[in-house]
RNA sequence: GCGAGAGUGGCGGAAUUGGUAGACGCGCUGGAUUUAGGUUCCAGUGUCUUAUGAUGUGGGGGUUCGAGUCCCCCCUCUCGUACCA
């Protein structure tokens, strides 16, 4: 042999299988009743078409098909289908820069990211995608719309909004992240507009008690969807106003402190404070200041507390006393009723309030063992009543119920339950969206636009400036006649929010061809919930929270039936970590980035695909590395190489030991590299494991027939194993190992057990539970013979002079310890 | 502040869930092949050490025959979240 190598051709090769899997229609999931095989429903979250791939999609991609093929191979029916969620911001942004309508600049980009993906070999059925910018798409929407306004689910109302100046539009609470903008990070503001909402509070109950079923998910993520739901029980109290009618409404998680409120606390927003600032100067400018600050400003470290007095009282429900009404910059008129009651010997927040202020501090609670110095700093952990009059004596917990109880019988409160959830915003002041189906008529009001008439089209060849959206401008769009009464009428300009889209899509492609329906029916009870979803952890509170809602939605329509489907719509998820380079994100900002087309160019897609699973765990954060990418390319060519040694025979003595250990070899890491895809799909343990069978086979020689054929039993399994990861390689290999079907369609190997078995094992010996050696005995040896056979080692022996051995501990197969002291 | 997660060689990371710590890969060192570089192959590679061993999974305690793994305390980092009443 040269010492020219001989070098796998990926380029080829990558092109000659993409081709046929084509021809194959391997990748096509089966809707036929006749296919007995179980369906997997397998997703990656869908791209938006930016025009390019970059590392994220990549991994993503990457990780999604190795699942997908892997259960291909264990005999899925699966589905594995790929769209584009392609209406958004930055083809308008891009459309005005260009001066091209959004939807050339969307197309063109849908076209050049599928030939991309294509690239990568990725085994997607493409007789399902969809691009939700489609009127076939987003008419399912609009029919889902005016279905949740017939249902009250949907309505319109005039609201404080979360306003961006750039983006020009509204946007859901979700969408701001530490008060800004979470697409362009500029601080938004507030603004009283008339919007549309949809009531995912109804579902807050249903949202989160669902949450527990998610045993596939991320504890973290788990966890941030509860917080975002933000559930806390507690009572609603009212406190009459003096010298007037009106009653003040609080919210508390803690009645029990009812009777230790001193002063009560109003944002600047309330009536409360609005009204008795008329007329005073002092305190009008005091609420135009806290107005003024926003969420991004109003840090927890740096915001001094400050208020001022109303010269308003309420009367203590309980005591008849007069309680003075303060205003607070910590009281936010967004949660519950944008006022509190102040306890400030129970609360820490009110109990520096008080201090500044010199309002009285009163204890009522007082902890079941110990002192607690009131003065000092309040108690905020649950005690025993004190100075409570007829709720003395009463642990935390039952002084809650009794004082819940109290107050419902006099009229003045009841239990409550809160949550942060708020509804959800859906309409957008963009062109590039889904039009809200919805007419404006001066005599009907709001008209939905009736099942008949839909879609609303959106007129696609419009050019947007930047400023209001053209839609508004469009009178062949805007003019229009009330489906009601059939006068002249306007359209609703606004579009919806692009996370509507995002949020089905994943039950579309169980019948991505249907035109009678959102979904069918059918469809969905074969393939529905996805069985695994893939993709970033930043959509934990905005797209999966929305999803899992409008999930129930469809089922309450009656879609489908949820105890058949499920009522949650992704049963296992992993969120698989970012790409890193030097440390930080790839960005185009930073200009840290690797192309991935580069990547391609150089190694092939295979390569690529490698050393993404290779490097990290899938759920952390993977560091690029040029190093690292060299060494995929190298592995490859190394087992490529190995396909020569098929059928060679090296001089030498036939060796059954060996060959039996070559066979040992290759079933434990099938057992391995199996046990590693179960097991939170840890390819990158999988790899390593593939590499050293690779390597076992590697400096393997046979010298018989049996020799022969152990060698190729091994790499056999090592080709189908690394074909849902390096598939046009393995496809390549199993071709010229004669494979009957094509390495990707070959079923996944199985152990087998009689292979593993071995009639001698080393057993580590250690003394005090430190390592001594190594002895040679059967498997199911007993702890005598193990002992005398160690004793019989002249490296253990050494360490056993002198002492006495007063306990032997056996693991079977591991080791063999003994507790020794000196004789 | 609160919640969650993580700390293992020069680096990315393994460890069958309490049983030989550092698999596999990168990098590095030496050697072979080559005119040379690259490729490929072989050997080595936690630290200290007179080669015998000692020591070693952020630090300190504990449980155990045996701890990276379990328990307690502390430190550091990352992520999420926050005047939520």
Known sequence: MSNQPDLYTA????????????????????????????????????????????MGHVRNYCLGDAVARYKRMQGFNVLHPIGWDAFGLPAENAAIKHGRPPAEWTYANIAQMREQLKRLGLSYDWSREIATCKPEYYRWEQWMFTKLMEKGLAYRKEAEVNWCDPCHTVLANEQVVDGVCWRCDTAVKRKNLAQWFIKITDYAEE????????????????????????KSSGAEISFQVEGSNETLDIFTTRPD?????????????????????VGHPELAAFLEECSKISTKEADVETMEKKGMALDIHVIHPVTGDLVPVWVANFVLMSYG??????????DARDFDFAQKYGLSIKQVITPTSGDWDI?????????????????DGLPSVDAKAAVITWLEQHNKGKERVQYRLRDWLLSRQRYWGAPIPVVHCVDCGLVAVPDAQLPVILPENLQPTGGVSPLSECEAFVNTICPACGKAAKRETDTFDTFMESSWYMNRYTSARCDTAMVDAKSMQRWAPVDQYIGGVEHAVLHLLYARFYHKLMRDVGLFDGAEVGNEPFKNLLTQGMVLLDGSKMSKSKGNTVDPIDIIQKYGADTA????????????????????????????????????KVGKTYQGTAHEKLTQALRRTTHSHIQRVSHAFEQGFAFNVAIASMMELSNALGSFEACDEAGKDAFDEGLRAL??????????????????????????????PKVDASALVQDEISLVVQIQGKKRGEILVSPDVS?????????????????????????????????LNLVVKPA
């Open 375 to 391: 003065a000092e700093a309040a108690f905020t952990e649950a005690g025993v009543l004190i100075n409570s009059s007829e709720f």
């Open 609 to 644: 695909r490698l050393f993404t699973l290779f490097a990290a765990p899938p759920e952390r954060d993977l560091e690029w590395s040029d190093a690292g990418v060299e060494g995929a390319s190298r592995f490859l060519n190394r087992v490529w190489r190995l396909l020569d």
């Open 11 to 54: 380029d080829s090769i990558e092109k000659k299988w993409q081709q046929r899997w084509v021809e194959a229609g391997i990748d096509v999931a089966n809707d036929s009743d006749d296919d007995t095989r179980e369906t997997y429903y397998c997703l990656e979250m869908f791209p938006y078409p930016s025009g390019n791939l970059h």
């Open 719 to 748: 080709v189908t194993m690394l074909s849902p990861l390096v598939p046009h390689f393995a496809c390549e290999c199993g071709e010229r190992l004669g494979f009957k079907t094509m390495a990707v369609m070959t079923p996944w």
């Open 783 to 815: 702890q005598d013979d193990a002992l005398k056979a160690a004793q019989a080692d002249e490296h253990v022996a050494k360490w056993l002079e002198g002492q006495q051995i007063v306990k032997v501990i056996l693991v079977k197969g591991r080791l």
């Open 207 to 230: 949202l989160l008690n669902d949450l527990d079923q998610l045993k596939g998910w991320p504890d973290k993520v788990v966890g941030m969807q509860r917080n975002w739901i933000g």
């Open 257 to 277: 402190t009812l009777m230790g409120v001193t002063y009560m606390a109003v944002a600047a927003g309330h009536p409360l404070a609005k009204q008795a600032a």
């Open 337 to 346: 009723t944008g006022a509190v009651m102040s306890v400030p010997a129970h």
